[in-house]
Nanobody, 115 residues
């Protein structure tokens, strides 16, 4: 019922920045929480950042002070500003949205941090 479309991934040098977007569409009543998980090859999928409908945020310790999550509720879109990127940030980033007891996932966007 809900589809998430991610954009903004790509190749960036260490210390650079990228901005990810996640737009929700479909039969949406309300989205409680939106955010991103990430997964590198051979590793588990871990939370990067999340934001509630009220604006409360949480971040993985590894990205605090470097990443900022925000949302535009009118557009049903979340944004992840990623600054001071490190090689260890390289992963597939998956947008998620939670609503009415359901969790929806984007198909992922690849972020590669390399010189």
């Amino acid at each position: 019922q809900v589809q998430l479309v991610e954009s903004g991934g790509g190749l960036v040098q260490p210390g650079g920045s990228l901005r990810l977007s996640c737009a929700a569409s479909g039969r949406i009543f309300a989205l409680n929480t939106m955010g991103w998980y990430r997964q590198a090859p051979g590793k588990q999928r871990d939370l990067v950042a999340g934001i509630t409908s009220g604006g409360a945020t949480k971040y993985a310790d590894s990205v605090k002070d470097r990443f900022t999550i925000s949302r535009d509720s009118a557009k049903n879109t979340a944004y992840l500003q990623m600054n001071s990127l490190k090689a260890e940030d390289t992963a597939d980033y998956y947008c998620y949205a939670a609503s009415a007891g359901m969790v929806y996932w984007g198909k992922g966007t690849l972020v590669t941090v390399s010189s």
